[in-house]
């Protein structure tokens, strides 16, 4: 293995302290109580909140059905788009990019004019799982893309197929698997997006968990800050779960 | 275990003809080397008697019934790709399973074809390991025990040895043509590779341009090619053009024996194929006996327990030489520049007649 040299060292510790400086100067923050004494007083006042859990859960659902999302619509959709119709990859490429492209409010503006039913979506924070499925689109696209690309996806088609496999048998028993990691890639990027998402939740009225983060921070910025603390801790976690429920599943993959 | 029947079948694409009207039977527990070089069509019919393109026209009949209308997953056909095709995520083991557990064989028997299989290609040792543990040699094997799973009517290979080095190559080729005999399993063999398609096969069918042009033992196409193609595609022969005379053809100022000859009209023109082994050298003696010829010695090339002698024949172009295979030791007497005398047993020579030139889009 080559060895880092110095240059490399230096590149990787500015990286790290880009990195690590803000997170690390907003738990300071966090724990500031004025006159220069710290303590979890922020964190003591926001657990308080009664609105504090409604907006965590509500996030934290809209990130599951974000991901579901992902997994149960684009994911197949990218497969199929592989094995049987290639030609539409530039169409599914330009697609993926949009959300770049169009500004938030602008999506958001034509989403709502746009989709107006069903009834039993719009009147719930789930309807919000549609703008987010777009927002995220961009990078869970990208992470799948590259899991496929990894595969020869249409000769392991044609050997599950030649051996007796039905399609929806080769997705799920060889393709799937086979694309754990960039799925979990993409909904590891596609939770984070839903989690810092406000914009979408703030013009539709909705009170997520960036909504409540805004809100703290108007009156009351060091509790924002350690909100912001808590919503870094609680991604991280959740991610750290998938990941490690992941593992499992290769440990078990193609046994039975 | 099962004879295989292509019949009539074609295929295009854009307007251009990859199959044309092809025929071609392969009875029960024969290997049959589909061989052509690139794009001759050959993959794309191997792919159809497997289910995965639909002919333009034809059909294919496997056991006396029409399989044509069947998708892949219904032919019950093992297919060995060039890419090795392993499920990634599985062991050697889980792989060679797939079949029998796809196709709702109980768990205990799935194991133990499983096992006994992987025995069967030297990897029992090696059943839990991950395809990216194992070599490309030992994947290919995996992946016939995988293929031989499904007890298969027919055994599809599809140029299984083209991605591994020379020395796996001919050891895995053996083991192919073990297995093929052991299980008795009609096999399809898809390769560019000469040497692999003769010394595999019990029937080579050499393919170009869509077409099929000769379907015989690997003897029978090597010593008695039945098209200039065939002759040219199959070893190494000297292309000499000519036009026939009794027991001979004339070659520029030389008439060259050659008794193939008698079985084309004097006058006709005709290609004098001539293979290197079947050429004699001696040193120069004074005189040119009757059915030899005055060369001058050109290039050589060394393969080991022969060499190959490039020969110049004075007055023919350069494109009209000649080549003799000479064992190694006995090559070195002949240098550079000097001339020889070459003979031949006028048996020996196939002589074809020469194709008219065929009109662009005929």
């Known amino acids: 293995m080559r060895r880092i040299g110095f240059g490399g060292w230096s590149v990787m510790t500015l990286g790290a302290v880009y990195f690590a400086v803000p997170l690390l100067m907003t738990v300071a923050f966090s724990l500031w109580e004025g006159r220069g004494h710290y303590g979890f007083a922020a964190y003591r006042t926001l657990l308080a909140r009664p609105n504090l859990l409604p907006s965590l859960i509500v996030s934290l659902e809209l990130g599951l059905a974000t991901c579901a999302a992902i997994v149960l619509l684009l994911a197949p959709a990218m497969i199929f788009m592989n094995l049987y119709a290639p030609r539409l990859r530039p169409v599914f490429e330009f697609i993926a990019a949009l959300p770049f492209v169009v500004p938030a409010i602008a999506l958001v503006a034509g989403l709502s004019v746009l989709f107006t039913g069903p009834e039993w979506l719009i009147g719930t924070p789930f309807y919000l799982t549609v703008p987010y499925f777009f927002l995220a689109l961009p990078y869970a696209y990208r992470a799948i893309d590259v899991g496929i690309r990894s595969l020869d996806l249409t000769t392991l088609t044609e050997a599950g197929q030649s051996l007796g496999a039905s399609l929806g048998q080769i997705i799920r028993i060889v393709v799937l698997p086979n694309l754990r990691a960039s799925l979990i890639g993409s909904m590891l990027l596609s939770f984070a997006v839903v989690m810092g998402e406000f914009t979408f939740a703030n013009v539709l009225l909705f009170h997520t968990f960036a909504v409540l983060i805004n809100e703290v921070g108007q009156n009351a910025p060091t509790e924002a800050a350690a909100l912001s603390t808590l919503s870094f801790l609680i991604t991280w976690g959740a991610m750290l779960g998938v990941l490690i429920v992941g593992r499992g599943n290769a440990q078990i993959g193609g046994a039975r | ?362």
């Open chain 2, 1 to 362: 275990m099962a004879t295989v029947e292509a019949r009539g079948v074609s295929k295009s694409y854009a307007g251009r003809t990859v199959l044309a009207k092809l025929d071609l039977t392969m009875t029960d527990g024969e290997l049959v080397c589909l061989l052509g070089p690139s794009g001759c069509g050959k993959t794309t019919l191997l792919r159809i008697i497997a289910g995965f393109i639909t002919p333009d026209a034809g059909s294919v009949v496997v056991a006396g019934r029409d399989v044509t209308p069947l998708p892949a997953s219904g032919r019950r056909m093992g297919m060995v790709f060039q890419s090795y095709s392993l499920f990634p995520n599985m062991t050697a083991r889980d792989n060679v399973r797939f079949g029998p557990r796809v196709g709702g064989v109980p768990v205990p028997e799935q194991m133990s074809r499983a096992d006994r299989l992987l025995e069967m290609v030297g990897l029992a040792q090696h059943r839990d390991k991950y395809p990216h543990q194992l070599s490309g040699g030992q994947q290919q094997r995996v992946a016939l025990a995988r293929a031989l799973a499904v007890q298969p009517q027919v055994l599809l290979l599809d140029e299984p040895l083209s991605a591994l080095d020379a020395k796996v190559r001919a050891q895995l080729r053996d083991e192919i043509r073990r297995i093929q005999r052991e299980t008795g399993v009609t096999t399809v063999l898809v390769t560019h590779d000469q040497e692999e398609a003769l010394s595999i096969s019990d029937r080579v069918a050499v393919m170009n341009e869509g077409r099929l042009l000769q379907v015989a033992t690997p003897a029978q196409i090597y010593r008695e090619p039945a098209d200039g193609f065939v002759a040219r595609f199959i070893g190494a022969a000297a292309v000499l053009s000519g036009v026939a005379e009794d027991g001979a053809v004339r070659v520029g100022g030389y008439v060259l024996p050659a008794e193939g000859a008698k079985q084309h009209a004097g006058g006709h023109s005709v290609e004098m194929f001539l293979r290197p082994e079947h050429v004699r050298l001696e040193k120069m003696n004074g005189h040119i006996p009757p059915g030899a010829l005055a060369a001058d010695v050109g290039d050589t090339t060394f393969f080991g327990s022969l060499t190959r002698v490039r020969l110049t024949v004075p007055g023919l172009a350069a494109g009209q030489g000649i080549w003799a295979d000479l064992p190694s030791e006995h090559a070195e007497q002949f240098v550079a520049g000097s001339r020889v005398l070459a003979s031949w047993d006028p048996a020996a020579p196939r002589v074809i007649a020469t194709k008219p030139a065929r009109l662009a889009g005929s």
